[in-house]
């Protein structure tokens, strides 16, 4: 079946501007990660979702990042006012349940944001 | 604090040479440790977990709690195995979260 998916592939914003980037995980999948991937850096943790809560938003920057994921399938992560620093590879992953460090994370294909 | 070092940003070695990539880990409870690969043009991907102790595409890795290191190997490296490796340590609890190391570009000359 089809794999994580994210939406936009590629966003160029201006510095100030809001983004929202869009992910939607495989089918089913309890869990949902978002990750941001600075230019020559592993990823590194942003939020976690389980079904609809967000248990864990600890690694995000900012109270301009913003994530959701109101029905516990789709997931937006938003940026708001958005810096130069912002600019990265946002990776969503999703795996099929919670708590089991056995469980696959899946990664989708990122969207590459670049602030101006 | 919990950390992942990979000290190789690219390692180069020849067709048919062994293949090791380091990875060092600090965590204060009992490690759970993968290995995630990304190939040019395509999406990251779970290569192996020490947990499974399996062999994928002839890698294997050896969790070494006295060293905190999981290695990742190849006796004979192939150029199709030329990609971005990423060590990661699963931090457990209610976040179920990775914590990835900065990376190693394995080049794999013929």
């Known amino acids: 079946g089809a794999g994580v998916s994210q939406s936009p592939r590629y966003k160029v914003a201006k510095r100030g501007q809001d983004v929202a980037l869009r992910c939607d995980p495989i089918?089913?999948?309890?869990?949902l990660f978002w990750y941001q991937q600075a230019l020559g850096q592993g990823p590194e943790f942003l939020t976690y979702?389980?079904?609809?809560?967000?248990?864990?938003k600890s690694g995000l920057p900012s109270d301009r990042f913003f994530a959701e994921r109101p029905e516990g399938s789709v997931s937006t992560l938003k940026i708001q006012r958005t810096q130069q620093e912002d600019s990265a590879v946002y990776l969503c992953?999703?795996?099929?349940?919670?708590?089991?460090?056995?469980?696959?994370?899946?990664f989708g294909p990122g969207t590459r944001l670049t602030v101006l | 604090a919990q950390r992942v070092t990979q000290p190789e940003k690219l390692l180069s070695v020849f067709k048919g040479a062994p293949v090791e990539l380091k990875c060092n880990y600090s965590?204060?409870?009992?490690?759970?440790l993968f290995w995630y690969v990304q190939y040019s043009r395509q999406r990251l991907q779970l290569l192996l977990r020490h947990i499974s102790r399996e062999s994928i595409k002839g890698f294997t890795a050896d969790l070494n709690k006295g060293e905190t290191s999981f290695h990742l190997k190849k006796p004979f490296a192939q150029e199709e195995d030329s990609a971005m490796y990423y060590c990661a340590l699963y931090y457990g609890g209610a976040t179920n979260k990775l914590i990835f190391g900065t990376g190693t570009l394995l080049a794999v000359q013929p």
């Open positions: 089918s089913g999948h309890v869990s």
């Open positions: 992953a999703s795996s099929l349940e919670a708590g089991v460090s056995t469980d696959t994370q899946y």
């Open positions: 965590y204060s409870g009992s490690p759970e």
């Open positions: 979702f389980q079904n609809e809560a967000q248990l864990d």
